[in-house]
């Protein structure tokens, strides 16, 4: 599961955890029965999150969209003015990769900002919104002119 606040993303493993609880042998050595290993049987099951990894984005601007890859190994971020694509493996050795920039210095008079990025569902591609009302398609293929 990943999830973020305005400048990190931490992923975090869901597992199954489970209270086991183990019968009380002074019980049966009292009735006269001979020493043997007790039984445990499950009390309880829960759903637990262990973290696994932090992706800081070390940026002055807040992220407002993250999204997670369809072959569930890479996610992007984004904030108004940059695209990033991270990996879930590489969280110490350079994990990020900058697609788009929107340079905002130079744009005085242009104040478009990305609103919102999303990944297509099973392809290479992802696609995201400006505050100008544009939707642009963006495509990792080899023959794509991304």
Same mark, same amino acid.
């Given at each position: 599961?990943?999830?973020?606040n305005?400048r990190? %993303?931490?992923?975090?493993?869901? %597992? =199954?955890k489970? %209270?086991? $609880? *183990?019968?009380?042998?002074?019980k049966?050595? #009292?009735?006269g029965?001979?020493?043997?290993?007790?039984?445990?049987?499950?009390? +309880?099951?829960? $759903?637990?999150?262990?973290?696994?990894?932090?992706?800081?984005?070390g940026k002055?601007?807040?992220?407002?969209?993250?999204?997670?890859?369809p072959?569930?190994? =890479?996610?992007?971020?984004?904030?108004? *003015?940059?695209?990033?694509?991270?990996?879930?493996?590489?969280?110490?050795e350079?994990?990020?990769? =900058? !697609? !788009?920039?929107? =340079?905002?210095?130079?744009?005085?008079?242009?104040?478009?900002?990305?609103?919102? #990025?999303?990944? #297509?569902?099973q +392809?290479?591609m992802?696609?995201?919104?400006?505050s100008?009302?544009?939707?642009?398609v963006?495509?990792?293929?080899?023959s794509?002119?991304?």
């Amino acid at each position: 599961m990943l999830t973020s606040n305005s400048r990190s %993303v931490k992923l975090f493993r869901i %597992v =199954n955890k489970q %209270v086991r $609880k *183990s019968e009380s042998i002074k019980k049966k050595i #009292a009735k006269g029965k001979d020493l043997c290993i007790p039984k445990t049987k499950v009390v +309880s099951e829960s $759903k637990e999150g262990k973290h696994v990894a932090t992706f800081k984005s070390g940026k002055e601007q807040h992220l407002h969209s993250l999204t997670l890859a369809p072959d569930m190994e =890479n996610f992007i971020t984004a904030d108004e *003015s940059r695209i990033n694509l991270w990996n879930l493996d590489r969280s110490g050795e350079r994990p990020v990769y =900058n !697609l !788009l920039d929107y =340079n905002r210095q130079k744009t005085c008079d242009d104040d478009e900002m990305i609103t919102s #990025a999303r990944f #297509a569902s099973q +392809s290479p591609m992802f696609l995201y919104t400006t505050s100008k009302g544009h939707i642009r398609v963006c495509d990792f293929r080899e023959s794509s002119n991304f």
